[in-house]
């Protein structure tokens, strides 16, 4: 049963445009989000992540938004630059320490 | 600094045979250690899960088994590859009750042919 949704498995965005990716999950309990990045053949890499007690939390060029009620975060990454392409991850935790993934959106930017 | 390292970065094994896939950390104790594995186009899907030495949890049966032999050493094994474990396997830390931010190894590329 899959309780992180990315319902975009791809993405394409024209440089210095902003990049807007969606994740949705339907367990209640899940109280911390993170998005991962990922390049071909690397591990993902931490990039933020906000708690259930927020709606917002930004760091530098990426800001991740979360509506709880909606069951639902985003995170919009501006401006988008060549270096953002890669796989992106939303992941969500429910105080276990065990973090449940999505399936990944594609991002990739234009020149 | 904390650093994770996984060996070998890739590997090609004939389905029956053996697997033993390492991950060790550095520069912190008592991690919480995670293995996932990524299909072709699919997230990842949680493996195994350390909290401590002799303390490992399976999320998903299958032909695969974790051990830990040291606090900061996490191997990933099989005595027997089916075609279906070829994936992408990735090794993961975490600060355990600190923080639930998880950083991840280079991973291991396995093709079972």
């Known amino acids: 049963d899959q309780q992180v949704k990315q319902n975009s498995p791809s993405l394409s965005v024209q440089e210095g445009r902003i990049s807007i990716l969606n994740c949705d999950y339907t367990?209640?309990?899940?109280?911390?989000f993170l998005w991962y990045k990922k390049y071909p053949a690397e591990g993902p890499t931490f990039l933020i992540s906000?708690?259930?007690?927020?709606d917002k939390n930004e760091d530098g060029r990426f800001t991740v938004f979360l509506n709880k009620s909606a069951k639902h975060l985003s995170l919009h990454i501006v401006p988008s630059q060549p270096g953002d392409s890669a796989v992106y991850f939303c992941?969500?935790?429910?105080?276990?320490?065990?973090?449940?993934f999505g399936a990944g959106t594609t991002v990739t930017v234009r020149a | 600094s904390q650093t994770i390292h996984q060996w070998p970065a890739t590997l090609v094994q004939p389905v029956g045979s053996p697997l033993s896939l390492e991950c060790t950390v550095e520069?912190?104790?008592?991690?919480?250690l995670y293995w996932y594995r990524q299909a072709a186009g699919r997230g990842l899907q949680l493996l195994f899960y350390?909290?401590?030495?002799?303390?490992i949890s399976s999320e998903v049966p299958q032909n695969l088994s974790a051990s830990r032999p040291q606090d900061r050493q996490f191997i990933l094994s099989s005595k027997k590859l089916l075609l279906s474990d070829s994936g992408f396997y990735l090794c993961?830390?975490?600060?355990?009750?600190?923080?639930?931010?998880?950083?991840f190894g280079p991973g291991t590329r396995l093709t079972v042919t």
């Open positions: 993961a830390w975490s600060r355990g009750t600190v923080d639930y931010e998880q950083y």
């Open positions: 367990n209640s309990m899940f109280d911390y």
């Open positions: 906000i708690s259930s007690i927020k």
């Open positions: 992941a969500a935790s429910a105080e276990d320490y065990k973090l449940s």
């Open positions: 520069g912190t104790s008592n991690p919480n």
């Open positions: 350390s909290i401590g030495i002799d303390q």
